[in-house]
Structures are given as structure tokens and as C-alpha cells.
């Protein structure tokens, strides 16, 4: 059973770059039918898909984050990173990762929490 | 690309059938036929609940359908229980190789 698991700082002064990590287990991150999401919710609102890699590093942004946001693949760690570069307030949420086929994001991280302050 | 529009909240009693609406555009939910529905408790990672428009996974129940007309979706909860009571996103794959989620909408038994 795949399982994907977020790792990073919890806290983020402003202007500087979040990274995060998220590791695959259980199943392997090289297929190439699936792909690999970042997607955050802030508190109380809606989930925004932020983007997503394959295993051949091909990537995907939302345009409204594409000048800010990279998303790599490291298939020998099973793991796939975020890089928000210029965060501001706007950016503390609730960050998932998530395998994706097709329409189907499944499963999802446990989600881990990344506050934007100084 | 903007959020698909969904109601911000949705009620009914227990029994009771409801459905959630999810708009979009020719570029997303009515150009493809990749749409997904996510239930949400608070606290907690989304869990998938149709795909492709009106697929279930296994294990979901069949309480739950999905289906389309031009740009919009449609979420049905019929049979309505207690723990139904969560949040609902729509999700579409976009013309521009992205997706895009909705607003969500919270569920509430009465």
C-alpha cells in the first residue's frame, strides 16, 4: 500500500524560499503512469493544486504560482520536493502531496503545516 | 485559471437526497471527461470519492454518484447520514495541462 509522507520546517520567515519533501513508500515513485502533486489549503478555504512531476522530471505549475514554485524528482530516495521561493503570509497553509492518475489523486500525505512569519 | 465554482454550503435531513454543483468552463469540466469529487472531514487529507466524472472507487458507497451536463458537475449524496457531514471539493483537469480545484462545499445533516 503506497503511503506518502510531507517533511520540511514548519515555519517560513517572509521573502525566503519553503521546501518541502514529501517520501514515497510502498510502492514505487519511477512509474510513469502516475504523476506527483503539491496541492495546500489555506485554514478554512479551498484546496489549490500548486503543481505536479513525473518520474522523468517532467513538470506541471499552476500559472498563478509557475514564476515562484519548483518541483523535482530524486527516484533513488523515492521522493519528490516543493520549492516556494518569495513567500509572503498568503502562503501559510496546510501542504499536501499526493499521487495522481489520471483525475484520481490517490493517496494523500497526512498534510503538514507551514506558517509564513517572522 | 479560476476556481470551479461550487454552492458554499449545501443541507439536508437525514434520507434526504442532495446534490453539489461544481462550474466550470469549456477548458475544464466541459472539455474533458476527467472530473473528481473529494470529501474532506475536518482535520483530515481528502478522500476521493468519484472519478472520471461518475466512477467510484472500491469501497466507496454507492450512495455517492457523479455525472455531467456541458460545464458543470454534479455531486449526489442520496440516503443522506450523519457522517456525511464534511467538505466536498470538485477537481478538472484543465486545457492547459493543470488542474484545478473548486471552492468546496460544506455539507451539513440537519
Known amino acids: 500500500q503506497v503511503q506518502l509522507q510531507e517533511s520540511g520546517p514548519g515555519l517560513v520567515k517572509p521573502s525566503q524560499t519553503l521546501s518541502l519533501t514529501c517520501t514515497v513508500s510502498?510502492?514505487?515513485?519511477?512509474?510513469?503512469?502516475?504523476?506527483w502533486n503539491w496541492i495546500r489549503q489555506p485554514a478554512g478555504e479551498a484546496l489549490e493544486w500548486i503543481g505536479r512531476v513525473y518520474a522523468n522530471g517532467n513538470t506541471n505549475y499552476n500559472p498563478s504560482l509557475q514564476s515562484r514554485v519548483t518541483i523535482s524528482v530524486d527516484t533513488s530516495k523515492s521522493q519528490f520536493s516543493l520549492k516556494l521561493s518569495s513567500v509572503t503570509a498568503a502562503d501559510t497553509a496546510v501542504y499536501y502531496c499526493?499521487?495522481?492518475?489520471?483525475?484520481?489523486?490517490?493517496?494523500w500525505g497526512q498534510g503538514t503545516l507551514v506558517i509564513v512569519s517572522s | 485559471q479560476s476556481a470551479l465554482t461550487q454552492p458554499a454550503s449545501v443541507s439536508g435531513s437525514p434520507g434526504q437526497s442532495i446534490s453539489i454543483s461544481c462550474i466550470g468552463t469549456r477548458s475544464d469540466v466541459g472539455g474533458y471527461n476527467y472530473v473528481a469529487w473529494y470529501q474532506q472531514h475536518p482535520g483530515t487529507a481528502p478522500k476521493l470519492m468519484i472519478y472520471?466524472?461518475?466512477d467510484r472507487p472500491s469501497g466507496v458507497s454507492d450512495r455517492f454518484s457523479g455525472s455531467k451536463s456541458g460545464n458543470t458537475a454534479s455531486l449526489t449524496i442520496s440516503g443522506l447520514q450523519a457522517e456525511d457531514e464534511a467538505d466536498y471539493f470538485c477537481i478538472s483537469y484543465s486545457s492547459i495541462s493543470t488542474v484545478v480545484f473548486g471552492t468546496g462545499t460544506k455539507v451539513t445533516v440537519l
Open positions: 510502498g510502492g514505487s515513485i519511477s512509474s510513469l503512469s502516475y504523476y
Open positions: 472520471d466524472v461518475s
Open positions: 499526493a499521487r495522481g492518475l489520471g483525475i484520481k489523486f490517490d493517496p
